[in-house]
């Protein structure tokens, strides 16, 4: 049996929830079901409310069915109410505090939504790939 040379999804994946918690990064949780790929919707919600899971915007999800999760550099101010839309740049407090993790991330460029504020808005995104996901098929 291949050895995981990270020591527990634990240790992987809760100093990224807690990094997402501090800067109120917005993510998305992607995950295959069944031969196709599933991108959730963009939220603030990252954490692991029971052992082999793994909550976003969308719900828990299997660890073992997800593929990555993706961080926005930009938080978002206003846009509701009448406020002025604000894309802040959060970049290099993402990859600070990812440099003391574990994490295996790649930088990207794509676009992003967030219903009833925003549509197909330009962004950079960090995508934190998932050790702990199955590799067989079903």
């Known amino acids: ?18 990094l997402r918690s501090e ?14 790929i599933q991108e959730g919707h963009w939220g603030q919600l990252l954490i692991m409310p029971v052992q082999g899971y793994l909550e976003g915007p969308g719900g828990p999800v299997p660890l073992r069915h997800i593929e990555w999760v993706e961080i926005s550099t930009s938080t978002v101010k206003g846009g509701m109410a009448g406020r002025p839309l604000q894309m802040i740049d959060v970049k290099d407090e993402i990859l600070a505090g990812l440099s003391e993790t574990q994490a295996i991330w790649t930088l990207r460029e794509s676009s992003w939504s967030i ?24």
């Open 1 to 18: 049996m291949a050895t995981n040379p990270y020591h527990s999804e634990e240790t992987y994946w809760s100093p990224l929830c807690r």
């Open 23 to 36: 800067l109120h990064c917005w993510v998305r949780l992607v995950w295959r079901d069944g031969s196709s």
């Open 115 to 138: 219903e009833r504020i925003f549509k197909d808005e330009p962004v950079r995104l960090i995508r934190i790939a998932n050790p702990f996901r199955s590799t067989g098929r079903p």
